[in-house]
């Protein structure tokens, strides 16, 4: 039985198509370009190709440039912590240009920090779908960010492309700084190693746990989202389908693809208003070119390699700092941050 109109963040056929069922249909994306790259070149390999790195930076890119829509153009935002969307772009900016050292340590932060902040994404539409049916938003809140967090970690733990995710952390750190590299991919890959047997008992225990407390809450009045459930599910056989399994190259553009769609549809769907009004057009219809255009006019920019360069390399990172950051504060649930108003 479909869930009440009451339930969604858009409109039914937006929150299945965008947010719940992306993870799965991404994945089949990606799995289904590298057999068509291994079919057409007769081996695998698809994360070798221009056309994996080229699709996957336009994707990656093009969805941290719309944060600013969220803590510029939005005055309420703006307007909670003003020197943090002003004056810390400036001094991160430089710190950047001016010091490979720091460049070479933001990426290989932003590296892990994106797994956090991929799950808190997840993390944050199971909370936005509680809010939707009234549910107090601090039940089951540390549940629900183990839970995510366990998803995106755990397939990366225990996959087979672990090796693959600490080289592409270090890669900018390997040219400037090789001894620093190679001592941090040893103490990175011990960690792994060692953890890599825990993570499917843990996993099972703590999903079990998991549902124990929610049976508990649901007793006690917490009504359970039908949507919810089904992002979760949608996450996981995702995640368990591109780290568990080496898709020759797929799991980078699978996972990367879906978190940019659903940050994409979750952006739009709360700020269209504000781009509309902020532009003067005269319907929300008008303001979707304008607010499509810019992220993908930046997307191009950093992904295409006609425009590589070290200084826009450096200032990518700073953006995706910044994407990693504010999202970590401007889209609070218990704060009422993350209000969807209805299409005009």
């Not at 698809?46 to 719309?66: C, K, Q, R």
């Not at 779908?129 to 809140?141: F, H, Q, S, V, W």
């Not at 989202?225 to 797929?250: C, D, E, M, R």
Request: net charge positive; glycine share 8%.
């Amino acid at each position: 039985m479909l869930p009440d109109r009451e339930a969604y963040l858009g409109e039914p056929w937006q929150d299945w198509l965008l947010l719940v069922l992306a993870p799965v249909l991404a994945c089949a994306v990606g799995i289904g370009s590298a057999w068509v790259y291994a079919l057409r070149v007769g081996r695998p390999g698809f994360h070798e190709s221009l056309a994996f790195f080229a699709l996957t930076g336009f994707i990656v890119n093009s969805h941290f440039a719309l944060t600013f829509y969220r803590s510029h153009l939005n005055g309420k935002i703006f307007r909670l912590t003003p020197l943090r969307f002003t004056l810390v772009p400036v001094l991160l900016l430089a710190c950047l240009l001016t010091s490979n050292f720091c460049f070479c340590v933001a990426v290989f932060v932003n590296v892990w920090w994106d797994t956090w902040h991929s799950s808190s994404q997840t993390f944050g539409l199971c909370r936005m779908y509680d809010r939707k049916l009234g549910n107090d938003p601090e039940a089951g809140r540390g549940l629900d960010m183990a839970l995510n967090w366990l998803i995106y970690t755990g397939p990366i733990i225990a996959g087979v492309i672990r090796q693959e995710e600490i080289a592409n952390s270090l890669g900018a750190m390997e040219g400037s700084y090789p001894a620093l590299a190679a001592l941090l991919a040893a103490a990175v890959g011990r960690v792994l190693e060692r953890a890599a047997p825990l993570v499917l008992p843990a996993g099972l225990a703590f999903a079990a746990y998991y549902a124990w407390r929610y049976r508990r809450l649901a007793a006690s009045g917490y009504r359970v989202s039908p949507l919810k459930l089904a992002i979760l599910a949608s996450t996981l056989a995702a995640a368990v389908a591109s780290w568990g399994y080496n898709w020759w190259g797929a799991a980078m553009l699978s996972m990367n693809l879906f978190h940019a769609v659903q940050y994409y549809a979750v952006v739009w769907l709360a700020e269209r208003g504000n781009v509309r009004d902020s532009l003067g057009l005269p319907s929300t219809g008008w303001a979707l070119p304008a607010f499509l255009a810019p992220a993908a006019a930046y997307g191009a920019l950093v992904a295409l390699p006609s425009t590589s360069s070290l200084w826009l390399m450096k200032v990518s990172v700073a953006v995706a700092t910044l994407h990693f950051w504010y999202d970590g504060f401007v889209w609070s649930v218990r704060k009422g941050q993350t209000r969807f108003p209805a299409p005009s």
